[in-house]
């Protein structure tokens, strides 16, 4: 069977095992062409059918024949800091160690004192590359334009960004 990708989001009233329903199909949806009549088209997805008009569906490529994936350009090996807390200052040092077009997949790393920085419980840290914490939880990050963001709801209080190298970062902690 012939599929069709959508090419926008559309509302359709979609028939599904005899009944009439409203939905909302988002673009890039991937359906079966079941029929065509000139302008229009009939599609399935799972059990609902509907009439599209034939410009709001595109052909779905095979696989083999899609482009394959862009990986992003000197990703790997570089290092994103996260600073977050309330009443003390933490800093997450994380280095990507494999990205595709849009995500890149993270591992912790550890950070290191800066000498001459040490305060009443606080001082500067830098990231350490290549010093891999114990914790293989890979992350999954998505690029937003500039921004960085991560899928995990967990951490979605964070936000990342790219070190240069050189900068530090304040930390602090309490008892």
Known sequence: MKKVELKKTVSVSAISYGHSEKAVWLQGLVVDVV??????????NGSAVAWLAAGDVKERLPKKARPAKKVQDNAIGQIYVSSWGYDQTNVDAFQVVRATEKT?????????????????????VRPVKDKFIQDFSRPKIRRMGKHLFPEKASSRHRSFGLWDGSKTYYCSWYA
């Open 104 to 124: 890149l997949y993270l591992l912790p790393i550890a950070t290191e004192e800066v000498k001459g920085t040490h305060g009443h419980m606080c001082c500067n």
């Open 35 to 44: 029929d065509t009549n000139g302008d229009y088209v009939l599609v399935r």
